[in-house]
């Protein structure tokens, strides 16, 4: 009876040291240390949450730039890619119907070359960025749907310029762009 005693009061210890102080402790830390991060990144306009710059959302109207395809449908929840590989025949026929998606959304010529991100999702399924080049693929379609000008349609190049992010750590990776940050930015373009 005595060991079973002891036993109790050594778990009570740890799920009290490991459940309760150490939580309230790391994120007490993680909210004084950098609070925007710990948060989740949100992204507010006039006092509203619109996303967060760390998960990727579907934008389907043609006055926006699109974000690359999701195994989950940007839900965060189950996270995860596909996990079909190259040689499987869903996934193979499923590329060919993005690219012809991306191509006649963006009236793209057949010999257009579309950036590899249009058309496979990322391994979470939530990536929230795109390529340049996969931006400037898009621009036309914006514009035209928007009824820019063409000054307005350079003002939209130079937020793609503007807001791309060069590899992380300067190596890991390539330029990218945050397709909500970026689409929030045209909407302020007049």
């Excluded at 909210?31 to 992204?43: C, D, E, H, M, T």
């Excluded at 195994?71 to 060919?96: C, D, H």
Aim: with cysteine; proline share 5%.
């Amino acid at each position: 009876m005595k060991t079973v005693i002891i036993s109790l009061k050594i778990f009570l210890f740890f799920t009290v040291l490991t459940g309760i102080i150490y939580p309230i402790l790391v994120t007490g830390i993680a909210q004084l240390s950098f609070p925007n991060k710990a948060n989740g990144s949100i992204i507010t306009v006039d006092n509203k949450a619109v996303g967060s710059k760390l998960i990727g959302q579907q934008f389907d109207s043609a006055i926006y730039f699109s974000s690359r395809p999701s195994a989950i449908s940007y839900n965060p929840l189950p996270s995860g890619g596909s996990n079909w590989g190259l040689t499987n025949a869903k996934l193979q026929k499923m590329v060919a119907e993005r690219k012809n998606k991306f191509m006649a959304f963006n009236q793209l010529d057949s010999r257009t070359a579309i950036p590899s991100e249009m058309l496979f999702a990322s391994a979470s399924g939530l990536d929230p960025h795109i390529s340049p080049k996969a931006a400037l693929l898009q621009v036309d379609r914006i514009k035209k749907a928007r009824r820019f000008s063409q000054l307005q349609k350079q003002r939209v190049i130079q937020c793609i310029h503007d807001l791309t992010e060069a590899p992380q750590f300067i190596v890991l990776g390539d330029e990218r762009i945050n397709v909500l940050l970026l689409n929030l930015e045209i909407d302020k373009i007049r």
